[in-house]
Every structure is written in C-alpha cells, then in structure tokens.
C-alpha cells in the first residue's frame, strides 16, 4: 500500500466547508485517502466560510454526517482520526483576522516545514473578493491555492479573477481544478495513444473521419436551480470539462509528461481551435426545468449544448469534433468515439456496414471497445461487425483507482500541476465561447429521458451520434 509520510504537514484550509461540495467529494476524498495511508503524518483541517455551523462538535458532526452519507463501510477509527483534525474558523472577504490566528497557531504545532493549502470552493462572485482578503492577510504567502470551476463567468470576469490571483501568487501556485483531468480513465486516453503505435500512427487525419465526445446527463438540474440560473449548461460543461477532455484527445505527444510540457501541448490544442461557428451549435432546455426552485419561470437558460469544433494543425485539419451534454437526457454516459476512415470496400460488396469505431468509456470501470469486421462464419465471405471489448482497469486485483478528487488532493499536496488549468487555456477557451454566449442561438426544448432536442440530432452527420444507439 502507498505510503505517503513523506509528504511534509500541511494546513488545509478549506472555504465552504459546509457546502455540497465538501460534503459529497472533498471530507470523503480525505477520508478515503487516509484509510490508502496517502495523506502526510502530520496535518491539520480548518474549514471556513461566512457562518460558523457552532462548536468544532457540531462542525465534526456536519462532517461525519457526510462521511456516512457517502461512504460505503465507514471505519470508525479512521473516520474518528481525520474527524480530531478537524476545526471551523468563519471568516469573509471583510475579515480574515481569526483565520490568520487559527492558521498561524496550527503551523507553530506542526513545525517548520508546513505547507499551507488553501482550497476555494466557493462561487464565482466570491472568488475575487476571498482572494484579495487572503493577499491582505499574508495568507497566499508559500500557499498553494486551489480554485473549482467556474473559472469566471465569461471573458472579461475570467480576466478579472486572473488578475486578481497573480496579485497575490504566483502562477505556480494556483491549482485550477477541473475534477474530469483527476478521472483515472481521461488519463487512460494518453496511456492508449501513446503507448500503442497501433493507434498513435493511426490518430490524425488520414486516419480518423471525426470525434464524438459526448456526456449526457440523466439528473436534472433540482436542487441546483439557482446555480444553474447563473451558469448554464455551456459555462458548466463545455469550456471546462469537454474541451480539456478535446485537449487529451487532440494534444501533440509531448516530448516528457510532465506538467510543463503535456500543459504546452494542451494550450496549443486550444489555440488552433477554429472560431466556433454559432450556426453549427444547439442549445435545449428540458421540459420543467423552468418549474424548478430557483429558476425563472420565463427562463432562457440552456441545459443542453451540442456543438461542431475544429482544430487547424496539420494532424486535425479537416476532421469535425463533435461535444455533447445535457441534463434530464436519456442516459449518464462520458463516451469518446474516434471515428475512423473506411477504406474501399469493393471486394467485398455492399456487405460491410459503417466505419471502424474506437469507443473509450470514461467511467470509474473503464471499458474500450473497437467495432472490426470480420467473416462470418460459413461457406460464403460474409462481413459482419464485431465488437473487441477491452477492462481499462488495474490488471492486479489490488489495485484501487482514485476517485477523480482523491487524486487531484493528493497531487496538490505533492505540488503536481499536471492534471490542473493553466490560465492561458482559460483564457483562450473563453474567448472562443464568449460571442457564443454574447449572442446565443435559438434554445429549443425537448422531452425528458431523451437524447436532447431533434435539431441536434443530425449535426454529426447522417450516422448522427454514436450514443443515440446505444
């Protein structure tokens, strides 16, 4: 089993320690991170926020309340160990001069060389004016500072927020996290294609007719209208977790993996993304989405984006990448389909059917399949599509996949910007979106349960969408 006491203690502070979020993904990552012994010997967890939940009891008891929740087979022991490092400081972007003390005084216990992490989990109106409160109190001083998504809410607040953070860090220390780059299987896509001359030398243009990456939805948007109101499904989905999961796809094989160089890679994809054209993208809102609690009843909100993007270098000119998302669809899939060329297929009639499919499951079970065709057995050369179903998973039964947070917290601790956002990708992807947003298409509805509004259904072409079929 890992071991991560090598780590040096570190001071996790984390705002909206009483949110959604922290409940759900981040106390349980923790907790799960412990029970692998990954977490540093020494550390120490201050949430924060506006409103103190009361005593560090009663915010304990929030937590484990969560824990229980969400993990299956909670261990009291290692539940009750992360649950004692656990304390509660309020504070705003007015006042942070309590949270300085608590910080101050858990450092002095754990030594000379904590680490100080400040993890943001706020909304996106919050973030700018946090952030300048934590430059005011010294607190972004050797901090690293971790920021979730949205990161703004178009061009000109993205800008804004970025200007605000390198007043008070460095770009080294901040952590734009997008939970889809933490999913073992997005980082699978870079194990198949590069490891493999059997798809590396076939992944550009001669080679493959179009891309589909698709990730419909079947919850709807309840208990997050409010949310949903000021976001949209394009802001939510698009320019963050599609489009970095269309940089691990379409990125050049970068000369080292590391963070530096796979990041460089990833922003040259998005720099070569040709200007999206507005009548090649639609937008839907599901039926009742405008009877939900937080949501104007005349609401114009999309909650569904379908989208044709191009990416002019020499290994992707030409060739269509098709992005999918809604919610209250028919069903929750994250699927890449890598489409590829057929050859001729004279000698053997009209008896072959469709292209070669490469289809990548980007579930925690990640599966592979690859549509061939073969012979069908009997006296008479008859060609029938076959289906080469391949387990991405760990081949040694003790290995044990990180969820998607549990690996980003850990790569935070370690410094790993890897799996992370740089600016200049945000920067670059919100200027392709915004005159998108500033001037959106038409919204059309569709029925809940289904695959999205008919507009879109034919927007890859006559084969429509792969998972339309499934």
């Not at 109101?229 to 993996?257: I, S």
């Not at 200049?424 to 959106?440: F, G, K, M, S, T």
Request: hydrophobic share 40%; net charge negative; proline share 6%.
């Amino acid at each position: 089993m890992p071991d991560e006491s090598r780590l040096p203690p570190h001071v996790l502070v984390l705002f909206g320690a009483t949110g959604d979020l922290a409940r759900r993904k981040l106390f349980p990552g923790l907790y799960h991170l412990a029970t692998e012994d990954r977490l540093p010997s020494d550390y120490v967890v201050i949430g924060s926020g506006r409103h103190s939940p009361g005593t560090d009891a009663e915010f304990r008891d929030q937590v484990r309340a969560g824990l229980e929740e969400f993990v299956t087979d909670l261990d009291d022991d290692i539940a009750q160990g992360l649950l004692e490092r656990i304390t509660f400081c309020a504070s705003d972007a007015d006042d942070g001069a309590d949270l300085v003390k608590a910080v101050t005084a858990a450092e002095a216990e754990l030594g000379d060389d904590v680490r100080r992490l400040l993890y943001l989990s706020v909304p996106p109106g919050a973030m700018r004016p946090l952030i300048s409160m934590l430059g005011r109190e010294g607190l972004t001083e050797r901090a690293r500072l971790v920021c979730e998504k949205p990161f703004g809410t178009d061009l000109e607040s993205s800008r804004a927020l970025d200007a605000t953070l390198h007043e008070v860090a460095d770009e080294d220390q901040v952590f734009r996290i997008d939970h889809f780059l933490g999913k073992e299987a997005v980082q699978n896509i870079l194990a198949v294609r590069f490891a493999n001359g059997l798809f590396e030398s076939a992944w550009n243009r001669d080679h493959i007719e179009s891309v589909q990456i698709d990730v419909p939805e079947e919850l709807t948007v309840d208990g997050r209208g409010s949310f949903y109101e000021a976001t949209g499904c394009f802001r939510d989905m698009v320019n963050t977790h599609l489009c970095q999961v269309l940089g691990f796809v379409a990125l050049e094989p970068p000369v080292h993996l590391t963070a530096e160089a796979l990041r460089n890679e990833k922003a040259k994809v998005f720099e070569a993304m040709r200007p999206i054209d507005p009548s090649r993208v639609v937008l839907g809102q599901y039926e009742g989405y405008r009877d939900t609690d937080g949501v104007d009843p005349r609401s114009s909100v999309e909650t569904f984006v379908a989208l044709e993007v191009f990416i002019d270098t020499q290994r992707w000119q030409g060739v269509p990448f098709y992005l999918r998302t809604g919610k209250a669809m028919a069903d929750t899939r994250r699927t890449i389909t890598i489409t590829f060329r057929t050859p001729p297929m004279g000698m053997f009639g009209d008896h072959a059917e469709g292209p070669n499919e490469l289809v990548l499951e980007l579930t925690d079970d990640a599966r592979m399949k690859l549509d061939l065709f073969t012979k069908r057995p009997g006296p008479v050369m008859d060609i029938v599509t076959t289906t080469m179903t391949l387990d991405m998973g760990g081949q040694d039964p003790a290995d044990e996949p990180l969820e998607a947070y549990e690996r980003l917290l850990l790569d935070i601790m370690r410094g790993d910007q890897t799996l992370f956002t740089r600016s200049d990708e945000v920067d670059r992807l919100w200027r392709l979106v915004d005159p998108i947003l500033a001037d959106p298409p038409p919204i059309h509805r569709y029925r809940r349960g289904t695959w999205g509004p008919r507009e879109a259904r034919g927007l890859p072409g006559q084969r429509g969408w792969r998972l339309d079929d499934a």
